[in-house]
């Protein structure tokens, strides 16, 4: 499956357009990661849990996605758009929605 955010593919041609796909991922933060990641927040530097939590929830989201995608038929998603957002009391959980278009290129 190829997935771009662009609106077209250079050399493709859209066959068939199949509707909006759309996958998303929810992980919860727990208090060592946030403990940790306050002390990383005060003495600098990267907060090395949080980034592998945002891209294990990318990945799940957009593998939800192209799934989605592969039961229409689909062989392409263009126009990919993720979007994060922060859930719950004190920002306790992550939110990761992956949204595109499901099409056919020859």
């Known amino acids: 499956m190829l997935v771009v955010t662009t609106p077209n593919i250079e050399g493709k ?9 759309t996958g998303e991922a929810i992980m919860g933060a727990n208090l060592f990661k946030d403990l940790f990641a306050s002390i990383t927040d005060v003495i600098g530097g990267r907060a090395a849990a949080y980034e592998r939590e945002l891209t294990k929830a990318k990945e799940i989201a957009v593998k939800e996605m192209e ?36 099409v056919v290129v020859q």
């Open 13 to 21: 041609k859209v066959a068939r357009y199949l509707g909006i796909v």
């Open 67 to 102: 799934g989605r995608a592969a039961e229409l038929g689909a062989n392409a998603i263009l126009a990919v758009d993720l979007d994060y957002e922060v859930l719950g009391d004190k920002g306790s959980m992550l939110m990761v929605s992956a949204s595109g278009t499901a």
